[in-house]
C-alpha cells in the first residue's frame, strides 16, 4: 500500500480494516472476510473517477461471465458489496510467488498451463479480452487450482481497455485483440515453464525493441510446450481452443 496515504485517509469497505487487507493495486484493495471465506474487492479513493471505473468494468465483466455460466477456472463471483464486489478467495495467492520453488513437477506444470488456457477461451468466447494477463493475476485456490483474475482493465464488447499489460508479455501489434492475448498467455507459460517471465533483467525499451524485431526468448529446451508458446508469440493461434486442444495433448500422451 503506498506509503503516502494515511491510514485514516482509506476508505475500507464496512466492517473491514487494515487488518484485514490481503492485496491492493494501484487503483483497489482487497479484504478477507474471514466469517465467509471470500473477499471483498473496493476501489482506494470513492471519489476518483479512474477508481470507479476500472471497478465498475470488473462489476460488469464478472457478470458478463455469470451470464454466460461461470467458468471454474476464474475465482467464484459472490455478487456486489457497497461500492466494489464480493469474489472468491484463493488461500495461496498469486501464482508468480509459486514459481520459484523447486519441487513444481512438469505434471503440474501442464495443468496450471490448461486450467488457465481453458479459462481465457472462456473468456474471449464471453465477449471479454483480458488484456493485462500475467501470473501476478492469476491466483491459486486451496488446491492450487489456477484462477484467472484481476478484470478491473479488460475490454468487454469491444470497449477500450483501461490497462496496459508488461512489456514482456505485450504483443508487438494491435492490444485490443484475442492475439494479444493469446501472446501473453505465451509469456505466462514461459514463466510456468521457467520460473521467470521472458527477458527477465531487460528493461521494458529492450524488450519491445526483440519483440518489433520478432525475437523471442529460447523456447526449444522446453520440449512440446516450448513450441506451443513459440506458436503463440508468432500469432499462429486463431483463438484460445488451439492452444488448448495442443495442451491437451501433451496431456495425454
Known sequence: M????????????????????????????????KSSNT??????????????????????????FTQCGGH???????GVFESGIRLEYAPHHNLRLHLGASNISPAQQLRWAIQIAEAIKFVHDAGVIHGDLTCAN?????????KVADFAGPSIDGSPLLVVVTESHEIPGPRLSVQADLFALGSVLYEIMTGHPPYEG?????????????????????????????????????????????????ASI
Open 202 to 250: 531487460l528493461d521494458d525499451a529492450a524488450i519491445r525493441a526483440l519483440y518489433l524485431n520478432r525475437k523471442f526468448p529460447e523456447t526449444a529446451s522446453l520440449g512440446a510446450i516450448g513450441t506451443i508458446i513459440e506458436q503463440c508469440w508468432q500469432g499462429n493461434y486463431s483463438g484460445a481452443e488451439a492452444v488448448v486442444e495442443k495442451l491437451r495433448g501433451i
Open 2 to 33: 503506498s506509503e503516502f496515504v494515511a491510514d485514516d485517509e482509506i476508505q475500507y469497505p464496512s466492517g473491514f480494516g487494515l487488518g484485514d487487507v490481503v492485496g491492493w493495486g494501484t487503483t483497489g484493495m482487497v479484504v478477507l472476510d
Open 39 to 64: 473477499v471483498v474487492k473496493v476501489p482506494f479513493d470513492h471519489n476518483n473517477e479512474e477508481c470507479i471505473l476500472r471497478m465498475q468494468r470488473e462489476r460488469d465483466v464478472y457478470e458478463r
Open 72 to 78: 471454474e477456472g476464474l475465482l467464484s463471483y459472490h
Open 138 to 146: 492469476i491466483f491459486l485456490d486451496a488446491y492450487l487450482n489456477a
